[in-house]
């Protein structure tokens, strides 16, 4: 069974950052990526990334803000998000994918985190 926890979320201001974290009890090999859902809307995909590290995708609204990397040493991947909007706010979700190749779709991911919220103020 994997599990993924992730962690790092919290209260912060329009223009700041966070780092999230997501560690994950089965690792090699795998496409991360991370998520985010408000409710009463469907999954949105953020960024993923490759077990090299050498391939990455984000989504446009969190081009040139947000920074995807991972830690295999760690079993670790994060999300650098700097520059933080309003409509960053959101339940963020780290997901892992028994595939090669990286995916934008929820539904192309396995296993899920339980989710950490993120919420930026004015």
């Known amino acids: 069974q994997v599990q993924l926890v992730e962690s790092g979320g919290g209260l912060v201001q329009a223009g700041g950052s966070l780092r999230l974290s997501c560690a994950a009890s089965?690792?090699?090999?795998?496409?991360m990526g991370w998520f985010r859902q408000a409710p009463g809307i469907e999954r949105e995909f953020v960024a993923a990334?490759?077990?090299?590290?050498?391939?990455?995708d984000y989504a446009d609204s969190v081009k040139g803000r947000f920074t995807i990397s991972r830690d295999n040493a760690k079993s670790t991947v994060y999300l650098q998000m700097n520059s933080l909007k309003l409509e960053d706010t959101d339940v963020y979700y780290c997901a892992l994918r028994l595939r090669d190749s990286l995916g934008v779709e929820a539904g192309a991911y396995d296993y899920w985190g339980q989710g950490t919220q993120v919420t930026v103020s004015s």
């Open positions: 089965t690792y090699s090999g795998y496409i």
């Open positions: 990334i490759n077990w090299s590290g050498l391939k990455v």
